[in-house]
C-alpha cells in the first residue's frame, strides 16, 4: 500500500494577513500544481481568508490550528468547524501539544473535536507526543496510546480514513532536536499497530502519520524514507517558502 506522503505548514502565532499573503504566493507559485505530494498550509486564524483565496485553484490545501467542538453559541473567542468549512479549510490540526500544555486540552476535550470536524468534512491531523519526562520514564508508547485511543473513541472505520495522525515528541518541537529515524520509526509502527488493532489493517494501511518536530531540509529526507512515516508536520521551517518548498521535494523524492 502507497500512501501519498503530506507536508502540513503549521505557522502558529505568526504572520499576520498582510504578511501571510507573499508566503502563500510563493508557495503557490512553486508548489501549487504538484500533484506528487499533498500540501495543507495552517495560517492563524486571521489570515486564513487571505490565503485561502491565494491558494484556491491550486492543490495546495487550507487548514486551521484550532476549532471549538460546538456548531455555535455563547463560546467567546472561539470558532466552529462550519465557520471554517465557511473559509473553505479542508483541515484541523488538534491536540498540538502547544493546546494541551498551554490551553489545558484534555483527550476527551480533543475527541470532542475530532468528532465535530469530522461530522463537518473538515480532516482532523490529531497530533500526539511525549514529553522529555515521559520518554525518560519510558512511557512514550503508553502515552501515545492513551492519546490516541482517547482522541478517536467514537470514530467509525468509514470516518477514520480521513484523519491523519501527527506523531511530535513534544522535546523536539521547536528545540532543534530532533528525533532519531529510529526512535521515530518506532512510534510510527507502534501507531500503525494500534490502528490495526482498532480499525483493522486494511484501514489502518491507508491512514497517514506525519513526524512533527524540528523537520527540516536536512533531516527530512531520512525520515521521511521510514516505512510508517508518511510525511511531516512542520512549524519553523514552514514559515519560509524556500525550506517549505525543500521538504515538499524531499517528500516526492521518496519512492
Ligand atoms: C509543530 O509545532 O507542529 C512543529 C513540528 O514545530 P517545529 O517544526 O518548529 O518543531
Redesign the pocket.
Known amino acids: 500500500m502507497i500512501r501519498k506522503k503530506l507536508i502540513a505548514g ?1 505557522w ?1 502565532m505568526n504572520k499576520s494577513a498582510t504578511e501571510a499573503a507573499p508566503l502563500a504566493q510563493e508557495i503557490v507559485a512553486a508548489a501549487g500544481r504538484n500533484t506528487d505530494v499533498d500540501i495543507v498550509v495552517c495560517p492563524p486564524f486571521t489570515a486564513l481568508e487571505t490565503v485561502g483565496k491565494i491558494i484556491d485553484g491550486s492543490s495546495i490545501k487550507l487548514g486551521a490550528q484550532n476549532m471549538h467542538p460546538e456548531a455555535s453559541g455563547a463560546y467567546t473567542g472561539e470558532i466552529s468547524a462550519g465557520m471554517l468549512r465557511d473559509l473553505f479549510a479542508s483541515h484541523i490540526l488538534l491536540g ?1 501539544s ?1 493546546r494541551r500544555s498551554y490551553f489545558g486540552e484534555t483527550d476527551a476535550f480533543i475527541n470532542k473535536k475530532t468528532l465535530a470536524a469530522l461530522k463537518n468534512q473538515l480532516r482532523p491531523i490529531l ?1 500526539v507526543g511525549e514529553t522529555l519526562a515521559e520518554r525518560e520514564a519510558g512511557t512514550t508508547l503508553k502515552v501515545v496510546q492513551t492519546q490516541i485511543e482517547g482522541g478517536l473513541e467514537g470514530v467509525t472505520k468509514d470516518q477514520v480514513t480521513n484523519v491523519v495522525i ?1 506523531y ?1 515528541p513534544v522535546w ?4 532543534g532536536k530532533v528525533a532519531t529515524t529510529a526512535q521515530a520509526q518506532e512510534v510510527h509502527a507502534f501507531i500503525r499497530g494500534l490502528l490495526v488493532k482498532l480499525y483493522g489493517d486494511a484501514i489502518a494501511q491507508k491512514i497517514r502519520i506525519l513526524y ?4 527540516k531540509p536536512s533531516n527530512a529526507p531520512e525520515l521521511l524514507a521510514q516505512k510508517d512515516i508518511d510525511g511531516g ?5 514552514s514559515l519560509e517558502s524556500r525550506s517549505f518548498l525543500e521538504l515538499i521535494t524531499a517528500a516526492a523524492a521518496v519512492k
Request: charged content about 15%; aromatic content about 0%; glycine content about 24%.
Open positions: 503549521n502558529k498540538h502547544e497530533c501527527a511530535e523536539a518541537i521547536g528545540t512533527g518536530g524540528s523537520m508536520l512542520i512549524g519553523g521551517a
